[in-house]
């Protein structure tokens, strides 16, 4: 069976165990306890010297970080719908995993850190590029319902945990319509599941 390594909280974590539940794939998942430095050991270190997670393992194949995972789910068992063939399609979707990796990350990701972990970041620059990050999904998300495309892809599943769990950093997404309502609607897909701290539109 596909084996995940997790860690509850982790957005990353997260995205990987929504697409795979989007999908419908059944996994086994292996709890990775970050707090404790459980990705230091050496098993995990075989699998990722990065030592990060999270790490995923479909029959042997080995495949780390969260955007590569996606790719792989997405083009091995997606078929076109979550990530396109088509240069353009895919440029697309490429572009919103490099968001997700940025301004996402270092702005909304760390900010939720610093106050759950205590991660030694710095709050304002952090605060600076998350209120980038989600004046640019804003402005995508208002004039199409979807990051890349016409259609939910990788492209959504990649930014959409860190948005959701921004309230946690100390983000308010009042002043984000159209990321509110994009949010309302991921939450529709057969097979979605959410995680500790995310806020689901839906429940007000």
Known sequence: MM???????????????????????????????????????PALLKLNPRAQIPVLDDDGTIIWDSSAILTYLARQYGGERWLPTDPLGMAEVVQWLAVSEN????????????????????PEECRKLGEQALEVVEQQLAKSSWLAGHTITIADIACYPYIGLSGDGGFSLDPYPAIRQWMARIETQPGYITMPGLMRVGEG
């Not at 995940?4 to 165990?17: A, D, H, P």
């Open 103 to 122: 301004e996402i990350l270092y702005g909304l990701a760390r900010a939720r850190a610093i106050k759950l972990m205590n991660k030694p970041w710095n």
């Open 3 to 41: 084996k995940l390594y997790n860690f509850e909280i982790s957005g990353n974590c997260y995205k990987i165990r929504l697409l795979l539940s989007l999908l419908g794939i059944e996994h086994e998942l292996v709890p990775v306890d970050l707090r404790q430095g459980e990705n230091f050991e």
